[in-house]
């Protein structure tokens, strides 16, 4: 049996007290109820140390939303794998479609930042997804496989072992537009055929892939309950404590 996992990405929203707030609603929220998935929410990096403080130790897990490659250095305005990771944060986004399409981030930055995640002991989330035209060409698995190639090609078993790949199709993020739990689960099944080509059956058969883009309460749990789809990554509706926990426990 495979973990399940709801990421929450709040991506620029959320200053330290707004975080602060929301992080104590969720606990709150939980309200000594053990969900049957795994929790994660990801601040902005000012707002995760207060975020850090409310969490930290609890079951709801902690990440950012980037990183760069090198450890330490001449890097203005960077934040590191060690840095992130000495805070309390256990995970980290690679490759968001954002960063992948606003900020021009290719498939050799990712690269390097993927290893750095690793390098550092953070579990990377590491995000994948074609474009509306892609899709429309018939192109989105060979797009996927590709990203996929790119980045995780040359990773050892013990390495692939701890990434976290999330689809996310560029057309469905902040939408409104879902995949249907029938596209997730095709490009999932294609994402684990990837996995064992590459790596064989056992980390092909443990790797936890998630859907992405426009999740919420409504549609979740078509989503999830999907063949081959082991969680979500949230954006717009992790930034509700009740929309965020609406995925976490489907009615
Ligand atoms: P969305 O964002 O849920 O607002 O579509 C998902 C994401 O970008 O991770």
Redesign the pocket.
Known sequence: MRRKVIAG?WKMNLDHRQGETLARELLGGLNGRKPSVEIIIIPPFTTLPSVLGVVGGTIIGCGAQDLWYEDKGAFTGEISGPMLKSLGCDYVLVG?SERRHIRGEDSELLSRKLRAALRAGLIPIFCVGELLPEREKGKAETVVVEQLRQVLGGLEKEEISRVIIAY?PVW???TGKTATPEDASQMHGVIRNFLEELFGSPVSAAAVILY????KPENASRLLAAADVDGA?????SLQASSFLGIVFPS
Do not use: D, P, T, W
């Open positions: 990405n968001h996310e469905a993020i902040g992405g883009g426009s999740v990554l949230v954006g717009g509706a």
